[in-house]
């Protein structure tokens, strides 16, 4: 279920975002061009348009954006977040001074191509899913800094979100569970750690790993990298009751194959490709003097 842009960032993904949009600017420098062309006070016009049929995501960017370089600005919605439009449909319109749009103009952009081509990947995998009740989700396999944004673009999609950070849930990782021992002592460790602990998840590669998760009390068991006969045999040792989650090279052409393996279906299947790999969305943005 779609969350909108306001709700969805909590205060400490609305830090981060700034974060983000702060370095996009500064990363650019003074716009020397603008300012040596055009006087302080002359207003830019300026519109948004969708070049292909796509969804729409990031509008509420320019505002943040704008915001940022401390100047008088509007600027209007002309579609939905998150909605889908046509070729050469029009999603926005900004009056703000000249030298701030020409500064804003790219990284604005920037996050609304990037951001559009995620929710566009995500929409093409969850519509194979559909019908088989395996939930889609992103994994952290994000572009440094844009966490948030980018698992934005993915529920906007129509996908689900894994963790956004390491403190969500714990998953205990071959690493993890070398240190420890055994998955077993993962578990038990970490258990006796955190008070409420946090959720459990064990990344699993073989059927006995499975048995010895279930044994342990994780809430989520992870099949990485396992296929045919084998995932099939590890998810029907998870009740229903202990969610089950599928992960490791999962394509655009395997996933439907994946969810209908049987009988027992897993709950959620994860895909690195909806943030590492999606294509930007075409926008342009068309300028005049107002």
Not at 143 to 154: D, H, I, N, S
Request: net charge positive; hydrophobic share 45%; glycine share 6%.
């Amino acid at each position: 279920m779609f969350t909108p842009w306001a709700a969805f960032f909590s205060p400490e993904g609305k830090r981060l975002l700034q974060q983000s949009i702060d370095l996009a600017l500064a990363e650019d420098g003074p716009e020397l061009t603008a300012q040596g062309l055009f006087a302080p006070k002359t207003q830019m016009r300026a519109t948004i348009r969708a070049k292909e049929d796509t969804l729409v995501v990031g509008l509420p960017i320019i505002g943040a954006v704008l915001r940022s370089l401390h100047v008088p600005f509007r600027w209007q919605a002309l579609c939905a977040e998150a909605s889908h439009v046509p070729p050469m449909t029009e999603v926005a319109r900004i009056t703000a001074p000249a030298v701030a749009m020409l500064k804003a103009e790219r990284v604005i952009l920037n996050f609304i191509t990037h951001l559009s081509g995620i929710a566009n990947l995500t929409a093409r995998y969850v519509r194979e899913l559909e019908g088989t009740g395996v939930r889609l989700l992103d994994t952290r396999k994000t572009t440094p800094g844009l966490r948030w944004p980018e698992k934005y673009a993915v529920q906007a999609g129509g996908g689900a979100n894994h963790r956004k950070n390491l403190a969500e849930m714990l998953m205990l990782k071959d690493n993890h569970i070398d240190a420890a021992g055994s998955i077993s002592a993962a578990v038990a460790r970490l258990r006796a750690c955190y008070r409420p602990c946090p959720p459990v998840e064990v990344e699993c590669r073989t059927p006995e790993h499975v048995r010895e998760a279930l044994a342990a009390g994780a809430e989520r068991i992870m099949m990485d990298n396992m296929e045919g006969e084998l995932l099939s045999r590890a998810l029907s040792l998870v009740p229903r009751h202990i969610e089950a989650e599928v992960s490791g090279g999962v394509r655009l052409e395997t996933i439907r194959r994946i969810a209908l393996t049987g009988p027992r279906r897993p709950d959620f299947i994860s895909v690195g490709r909806l943030t590492h790999s999606a294509v930007a969305a075409d926008f342009s943005m068309t300028l005049m003097q107002a």
